[in-house]
């Protein structure tokens, strides 16, 4: 689904992530850790080419990253679900809209009633209507899973969701994205948080990349 | 979403308009600025097109038209009146030659002296109008002709004060259009601004959109369709106002006979309706010209 090849990234001489060779296969579930400026999210922004590999190369279902277009990019990123940390609203949009945002782009008509229930899943429906700076850390964090969630994305890419919201909220965040991972989807969340992958252990069979000194170290084993 | 540009003025944005958020001060700036762009651009018009006329009128109706004037003393102003008639009957390309009454040259100076000239108090010299053929006269050999046959007779044949007077409409008319060229470069770079500044406050908007799929056409669509808005309703406000301030002018025949009107004559009153067409062209161009610069420096 998502393969590095030997891949890398570098910026202004500095070279922040190198030889990189992993497979993200579809159905995985893979946890990202690393101590911060390891280089977590721009291993995510690798994954759906917001930055694009230096050296080696990046193939997202079966296309190579440095061979896409812009409109092939555009429609790549319809086909992965990204939490970003700090969510990525648009301020003057509701909730509703900004969840909706990802079918407006593609010209896609929404279903008012899927709408509600993927807001009633994450927990927001009292807040549909409520604009993006009247919402609470944790309701951010889980409106920005309904909207990756909306187009019915196959990978499913959660950069620190569990940053900024307590613990009760962590584990709900979680719970969210294992049940995503049981319909199929490829789910990798960034995190520095280790409570949270043990919480995981009980739940889901996960993987666990660990960035360390620019490069991935994939722990192998189950948790 | 509804955007109100001015007070009276709103539109409807489509999905791809909506997710920019509405700039309030610098859209009525945009379209207050078209606007007067606009109003200027009707007076260019009017300036080019009168000044059009000018030149035409000047350059074919008096183009074969001569006059002949005869001063002499008054028991010779007759026979050297006949004698040149005689002489005009008889040059090759002169298809009329006709003397003037008293009242056509009261008409003349009417302009300049008012209607109460008692002419019978001045010594008036006489007026023979000659209209030539397509081919024309000779304007030197009539001259040395009349001079033998009719000493008191001068041949004006208008070229002298013509020509410059037809080159200097033809000047303005060329500066009109060379205003109108230039009122639409301005109005190309203001938008150009404009959007470029729209783009620029709305860089992490359209990071989001791109980040959650929008191609660069529809991130472009949002602002192309609002600064072409903008650019076509502000023409229009200024069209309209530019064409009553043109229309409110005194006409030609009140300000006086010689004089041609600034304005539109007839049919020519479609041409300043082109102007917010044009506007929105302009905006429609720089505006997707502008978006295109700017996402291209997006991933």
Redesign the interface.
Known sequence: MIEFHDAGYGYGGRELLTEMSLTLAPGSFHFLTGPSGAGKTTFLKLCYRELQATAGRVTIFGEDTREMGRDEVANLRRKIGVVHQDCQFLDHLNLTENVALPLSVAGRERDDQDLSDLLNWVGLSEQAKALPPELSGGERQRAALARAVIMSPDVILADEPTGNVDWDMSLRLLQLLIELNRMGKTVVIATHDLHLIRQAKSHVQARVLRISNRRIQQSGADL | MRTILLPFLTFSES??G??V??SGFTAQLTVITAAAMAFLAVFALALSMATGRLADRWGTELARGSTVRISAPEDQIEAQVAAALKVLETTPGVAEARLLSKDEETALLEPWFGPSLPLDDLALPALIDVQETSEGFDAEGLRLRLAGEAPGAVLDDHSRWRRPLVRAAERIRLLGVISLVLITGVTAGMITLAANAALAANA??I????????????VARAFVNRFTFRGFSGALIGTFFGMVAIALLPNADEAGSFLTGLGFAGPEWLWPMLIPVLAALVAYVATRIAAAQT?RRL?
């Open positions: 999905a791809s909506r997710v958020p509405p992490q908007v990071r989001t959109l791109r980040l959650v799929g929008a191609t660069d056409r529809f996402l991933m």
